[in-house]
């Protein structure tokens, strides 16, 4: 509906109402961002979307389409089988055995895993799968029916089964899992984990769609995290249905890495925070498990898509040049201005004194600083800098400043890849990935040197 005459609103060439931005405060230093992804970079992400791809005769109608395996247990063409998988294989001792829930269709297609916690205390995941697999999605005459499934569906919500029963993101030795892929079968406990996850589940598998959160004292904008240059992986990450797409290759040791270098199709995704439930969070990871599976062809319907993808190679770091105690203004999901306050800092032992943290350039928050204690140089919020196709991305926005994320306003519709406008962020991630100045890879780094000591 355009806007009356006496509507100040601004509107697009359309008459669509186009959302106020909040105040717009200007930067006064000026900004430097890397704008420019490597050719190299580029040219390996467009020739993954022009190789052209291929059905894999075993899911062909013709071929001899058996029982699953997983072990020594058998899942029948069909059926819905819930299993027990061991971590550990021994004789005595804690096995951890965790919970795998194995849809067998009735025709050929691609074995897909999906798992969630990864990290023992990244809750989304679990919650996603449980959800999942209830009666309204799973079973005889739901999307999910394992008569008109083709291919394999293998459903793990808890894979690391002993950080999840202390609520804490690393296995029993101290050590995250998701850094010790493909793992070593001599090794410490988690490499021997991860050994056993790898050559038993997860290196017979077609496609990986793996559910994260953000580490404690942070938040994540719902998005996909994938390596574009990956045939396989780029379109399942498109096929996903959600604005939000990172082009990483993922961390040395990562799942997502050792999965992509082995020829499988890996995503991704990231939602709300550790040690927290977030219904956002869950009913985008839900929808977007059914739109890949759709897209795979492995259930019926169509993938619903959205109206616009921000493709980004690269981002803009918001930082805190004060020390104290941070309140965070605009969350994960807002829409800021250049120089808009996004956060203020406050020292309880100078009372009276608080200090504006104001964004750099203008753009998406997809990340932000739930830790209230912060020091000079502490990142408070990621940004995703935006300077084309800023309407569109306005269009989605509430009254708040949020982006309304597909699925989160009701049923997504369905429409063609051809009518999705793709936004390219261009750039480059500092530290070489995308949570690499949160801080996490230092954890991870003095683990490799012990490990390798």
């Known amino acids: 509906m355009a806007a009356s005459s006496d509507d100040p609103s601004p509107t697009d060439g359309e008459g669509d109402k186009i959302p106020v931005s909040r105040v717009k405060r200007r930067r006064h230093r000026p900004l430097k961002v890397a704008n420019q992804i490597p050719q ?32 020594r247990k058998l899942v029948k063409p069909g059926t819905i089988r819930q299993i027990e998988f061991d971590l550990m294989d021994i004789e005595i001792g ?3 055995p965790i919970p795998i829930t194995v849809v067998h269709g009735t025709r050929p297609g691609p074995i897909v895993t999906i798992i969630g916690a990864i990290h ?20 005889e005459g739901m999307a999910i029916d394992p008569s008109s499934v083709a291919g394999t569906i293998r459903i793990i919500p808890i894979v690391n089964m002993p950080g999840y029963r202390r609520s804490t993101r690393y296995m029993s030795d101290g050590r995250d899992l998701n850094r010790f892929f493909p793992g070593k079968e001599n090794s410490n406990t ?68 050792i999965s992509d270098e082995s020829g499988i199709s890996c995503i991704t995704y990231e939602g709300g925070g550790s040690d927290e439930s977030d219904p956002e969070s869950i009913q985008v990871a ?14 019926p319907g169509y993938p619903s898509r959205p109206r616009f993808r921000l493709l980004a ?11 104290g105690l941070l309140d965070v203004l ?3 999901g807002s829409f800021v201005e250049e120089g808009e306050v996004v956060a203020t ?79 390219s962020v261009e750039g480059v991630w500092e530290g070489g990935s995308p949570d690499a100045e949160w801080g996490d890879n230092l954890r991870a780094a003095a683990e490799e040197e012990a490990d390798e000591a």
Request: neutral net charge; aromatic residues 6%; proline residues 6%.
């Open 313 to 323: 190679s690269g981002s803009v770091w918001i930082r805190s040049d004060y020390g």
């Open 286 to 299: 839900l929808y977007g498990i059914l739109n890949v599976l759709r897209g795979l062809k492995m259930i």
């Open 120 to 139: 023992g205390n990244e809750l989304i995941g679990p919650l996603a799968l449980t959800y999942l697999q209830s009666a309204n999605i799973m079973g």
């Open 330 to 332: 605009a969350p994960a």
């Open 94 to 96: 804690e096995s951890w």
């Open 190 to 257: 988690t490499s021997r984990v991860a050994h056993r996850l790898w050559s038993e589940l997860f290196s017979t598998s077609d496609h990986i769609i793996d559910l994260h959160t953000a580490a404690l004292g942070r938040t994540n904008m719902p998005q996909v995290r994938a390596n574009l240059a990956n045939r396989l992986s780029n379109r399942s990450a498109r096929a996903f249905g959600i604005e939000l797409i990172l082009d990483s290759e993922g961390p040395k040791g990562s799942l997502r890495r």
């Open 40 to 71: 190299r970079r580029r040219k390996e992400i467009e020739k993954a979307l022009e190789e052209p791809g291929s059905t894999p005769k075993k899911w062909s109608r013709s071929s001899d389409w058996k029982s699953h395996r997983i072990g």
């Open 345 to 423: 800092v406050s020292d309880p032992e100078n009372p009276g004194q608080m200090m504006d943290v104001k964004s750099p350039t203008q753009g998406l928050m997809i990340c932000s600083a739930t830790h209230p204690f912060v020091t000079t140089g502490t990142p408070i919020g990621h940004l995703i800098p935006i300077t084309k196709a800023v309407k569109t991305v306005q269009r989605r926005l509430d009254e708040e400043g949020l982006l309304v994320l597909s699925g989160t306003d009701g049923e997504p519709p369905w429409r063609e890849d051809e009518e999705i406008e793709d936004i």
